[in-house]
């Protein structure tokens, strides 16, 4: 079965992109078919991956606002194994411009069920979420299976953390009734921190006490291992690189490996 | 005079919060008479002061949507020297319910300007902005005299930059002819990286070749020191301290002192 990920956190700069380039990078590297669909106006996605969103023809914004396209059209060959969706900064004016559209959350799901239809087939779909809770990241949680949330392990970090959660169960509890929460992803974490030691541990609590509960994070985990805070996950977007490409034996490079192998056999026992 | 500086980066978790508070606090411990105006929703610098926003009476929100609420009602006294607005959740409403209001970007501005006719006074005065250009951001710079853009030395950063010019040249072009743009402070900055040299040399480089020009930014600087890279930084409010409180001998306290002392000569200097 398609694996449908939304990388969700409505807080800015904390390692979406970064995670969904990298892990959908380590997976299309072991073999396995991946979508990166790229949800944010910023379009960093693609800058990160050395792809002009602008010059690609269609994209995210096409492919939302004008029912004639279809998700083929909007498809980019990045790297073997590795397609992508790019976004420009017109995505922005998406909000606006499907505020009264019919069912503007289930667009993508739409175009989606329409693509696997025709027979197209990825093992994983990642969706790179801006850093907001409108109607963007609604597309990407209407149509996502499952939510991996990307933070830092600090005390700031935390606070938006509850929000975050409240409208995955919105979401939950009306258009997608089977999206879970598979995690938290520790992103440029520095592990000699017992601050950072703290944060982890009162996530751990928190999941813990979900546990056997009905919300959609009743069995979500702290991912392991952490993405350590390493420069060169900062460096390879300037030259348009995955890390793997640009560091392959790179702290950064071996702990987004790490955690793609985890995540399929987890995916896989289940 | 007093100096009213915006912290502004539509770019989330690049320092803003942190440096609003640390700087804050660095110039009220050199005896400056300080104001701190949070303009977020998220209302991280009362959290990172140990403030309860929401049983403080008063706050940003009242006081940009009550015309009754005086400046005066909305202050608390955080600290010798350091006064604070707080900002709550509610503010998150601001944008929608201020849509229809007279000049409902000259608000912030105009609540100011009868505080100083009733003779209310401070040296300094900083805004802690969200990270968007929207309205809580624009009643920032219509209020504000100078912009300091905090950002980290990294690729992806540079990427919002010129948005983030634009807007300020916008609102300097309308409602507010003398907004300059101070210039930018590196956060979390770790030296060692020669990306990150490449990238302050590429917002030198930038920032030269304004000058002489009729732009906002046309004597911009990077500021010096950079704030380095320091846990403590994350760890302090947690406990709801300064970092002047929490550990005033590490980096990150050296570097926010350092800061507040060169801002100060500089000020004088002009
Ligand atoms: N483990 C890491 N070590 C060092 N730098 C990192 C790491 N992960 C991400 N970065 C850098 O931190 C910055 C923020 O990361 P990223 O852009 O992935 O966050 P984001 O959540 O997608 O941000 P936004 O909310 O703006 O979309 C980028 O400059 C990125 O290159
Ligand atoms: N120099 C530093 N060293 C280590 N951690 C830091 C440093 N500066 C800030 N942080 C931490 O990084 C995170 C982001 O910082 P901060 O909240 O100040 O950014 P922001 O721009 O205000 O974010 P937002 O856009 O969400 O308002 C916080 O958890 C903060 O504690
Ligand atoms: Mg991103
Ligand atoms: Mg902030």
Known sequence: PTRVVAL????????????????????????HRVLLV?????????????????????????????PAVSLAAAIQHARPN???VSATVD????????ADADDRHGILARKFAEAFAGGARWDYILL???????????????????????MQAHFLALQGLG???????????????????????????????????????????????ARGSAVAWSDATVFLPAVRR?????????????ILEYAPTCPGAMDYRT?????VEDWRRR
């Not at 979420?129 to 991996?148: D, K, M, Q």
């Not at 999206?179 to 996530?203: D, K, N």
């Not at 955690?259 to 995540?263: E, G, S, V, W």
Request: charged letters at 20%.
């Open 91 to 98: 995505l922005a004016a998406a909000e606006s411009e499907l």
């Open 38 to 66: 790229d949800l944010d106006p910023q379009g960093h996605l693609s800058l990160h991956l050395g792809i002009d969103g602008s010059t690609c023809g269609e994209g995210t914004y096409e492919l939302l606002l004008d």
């Open 128 to 150: 790179d979420c801006p850093p907001s809770l409108g109607l963007l990241t609604l597309n990407a949680l209407a149509f996502a299976r499952e939510v991996i949330v990307p």
């Open 259 to 263: 955690l793609a192998t985890r995540l």
């Open 8 to 31: 969700l956190n409505q807080k800015g700069g904390v390692g979406k992109t970064t995670s969904t380039v990298n892990l959908g990078a380590a997976l299309a590297d072991a073999g």
């Open 163 to 209: 929000r975050l959660l409240e409208t995955v169960a919105l979401v939950g509890h009306g258009v997608n009734p089977d999206l879970r929460v598979a995690g938290v992803l520790l992103c440029m974490h520095e592990s000699q921190s017992s601050h950072g030691r703290e944060v982890v541990a009162e996530l751990k609590r928190f999941f813990n006490e």
């Open 230 to 242: 390493n420069i060169k996950l900062a460096e390879a977007p300037s030259f348009g690189q995955t």
């Open 82 to 84: 590795l397609d992508v």
